[in-house]
């Protein structure tokens, strides 16, 4: 019988074909009829062989059909799972691109980290390079003895900002090596460097030394004790040039101004403070000035109440027992009340009204000396008598004491009259004045007109007194 193309005889079973495709054995498998003559050895299968077209010796068509559907369902299947597996490819392959982009931007994210981080740490750097040389231009500053002490012109709000830029002056001068002064030309044992270092040392340390007196001065200084610590500096300034005299030592007027300049801002701080404290001193003194005022016309009222309550009842019983004539009588007395009653309630009122007073004392002040002020005490005399207490040694003469209904005024113009001759120009509330008493009445005459009662000479009976029994223990 003849053997369709493609099958061959199998190794692996005896009497057994198998299917080579023209590339490699197939899993199809088919078992040989009984032949009448033996086999051919079995040779290798070659790439090529001749269709020849008979399959009857193997079975039959059906056999080969079922077979050959077979293969196809195979085939299917096999397409099925390439598809699958493509699918299942292009999946992971999907998966791997967006995974790759989320490490792309992971690492996008991690290097624009990284370049904040070395922004900030080159900031750092900048940062800590500033500081170092800061550091090195303070301890340079110290090493002359100009160290950042408290300045009282620190908490002023006027004088802190040429604080400032004196003491950036001050240590512009000393890094310039403006600040002191000496020869280059020295010589030590004959050497022009070790006479460089002397000179270089004795400057350091003399500036060190002024340095120190100028702090010491500074925060010593006093309101009014400036010329005091302005010549302390000034000879210090002098003795190191006369120690220096060797090597023409000396610091230069340049540097003695900036410092005698920082003096006066710290004097003039403290200046400042102690005119506060007495104009809040004289403020507390007015507040209780008015207040005794406010009492006194209070207790005056509340007196005058009670009288005007005494003279009604009193008329009233007098009406009622037929005395008219007294009951006339008492009505005046009433009037009076009323009015006096209506007077309180007008001073109370009218805070500008008040006792415009000139006084003046000789015992204490001199002839040329006068105090102008107002009161609203409703008696006046008390107000003077509180200033002439034990602060003075002699009680005040009065020159005039007048009710007006603008005293505010009146005052205000005879103390513009006098502000030349003010003898406190800072604080204002201190009103003595430079004047006589007769040239304060030409003042007040052209202010308010006529003045009913005015004493140019002041009786100063005390002073006087006391005068006399000077003399006669003389």
């Not at 040694?393 to 005024?409: G, I, N, Q, Y």
């Not at 004045?433 to 308010?448: D, G, I, R």
């Amino acid at each position: 019988m003849t053997t369709p193309a493609g099958w061959y005889p199998d190794v692996q079973v005896p009497g057994g074909m198998r299917y080579w495709d023209g590339q490699q054995w197939t899993e199809h498998r088919t078992v040989a009829q009984q032949a009448a003559v033996p086999q051919p050895a079995v040779q290798q299968p070659q790439t090529h062989h001749e269709d020849t077209g008979g399959f009857s010796l193997f079975g039959g068509k059906k056999q080969l059909q079922a077979e050959n559907e077979e293969l196809r369902q195979q085939v299917a299947a096999l397409q099925r799972e390439v598809a699958q597996l493509r699918a299942e490819l292009q999946r992971l392959g999907g998966l791997d691109a967006l995974a790759l982009e989320d490490e792309k931007r992971s690492i996008a994210d991690q290097i624009e980290q990284l370049r904040v981080q070395k922004a900030s740490l080159s900031q750092q750097v900048q940062q800590a390079g500033v500081q170092i040389v800061d550091m090195q231009d303070q301890a340079g500053l110290q090493d002359v003895g100009l160290y950042q002490y408290h300045h009282p012109a620190e908490s002023s709000v006027q004088l802190s900002a040429a604080l400032d830029v004196v003491r950036a002056q001050i240590k512009q001068c000393v890094r310039d090596k403006r600040a002191i002064a000496a020869t280059m030309n020295f010589t030590f044992n004959n050497s022009a460097a070790k006479g460089r270092k002397f000179v270089n040392d004795m400057s350091r340390i003399m500036l060190r030394a002024y340095n120190a007196e100028a702090e010491n001065c500074v925060k010593t200084v006093k309101a009014g004790n400036l010329s005091v610590a302005q010549s302390r500096l000034r000879k210090a300034m002098d003795s190191i040039a006369q120690q220096g005299q060797m090597i023409d030592l000396r610091i230069t007027e340049e540097y003695h101004s900036l410092r005698l300049r920082e003096l006066e801002l710290a004097a003039d701080y403290n200046m400042m403070v102690q005119q506060e404290k007495e104009m809040e001193r004289e403020r507390k003194a007015e507040l209780r000035e008015q207040r005794k005022a406010e009492q006194e016309l209070k207790a005056e009222r509340e007196r005058l109440e009670k009288e005007l309550a005494h003279y009604t009842n009193a008329i009233r019983m007098l009406e009622d027992k037929g005395d008219s004539e007294a009951a006339a009588r008492l009505q005046d007395k009433l009037a009076d009340v009323q009015h006096a009653i209506e007077n309180v309630d007008y001073r109370t009122a009218n805070i500008r009204a008040g006792f415009v007073y000139v006084i003046s004392n000789v015992g204490a002040f001199g002839q040329n000396m006068v105090k102008i002020g107002l009161t609203r005490r409703l008696e006046p005399s008390d107000r003077i008598r509180e200033l002439g207490d034990a602060s003075v040694p002699f009680r005040f003469d009065v020159h005039t004491l007048f009710f007006s209904d603008d005293a505010v005024t009146v005052e205000t113009k005879l103390h513009q009259a006098f502000a030349n001759k003010r003898v406190n120009k800072i604080n204002l509330r201190r009103e003595f004045f430079y004047a006589t008493p007769a040239e304060v009445l030409e003042v007040l005459k052209a202010t308010v007109g006529e003045v009913v009662e005015y004493r140019s000479e002041p009786e100063a009976e005390e002073f006087r007194l006391s005068r006399g029994e000077i003399d006669a223990v003389l």
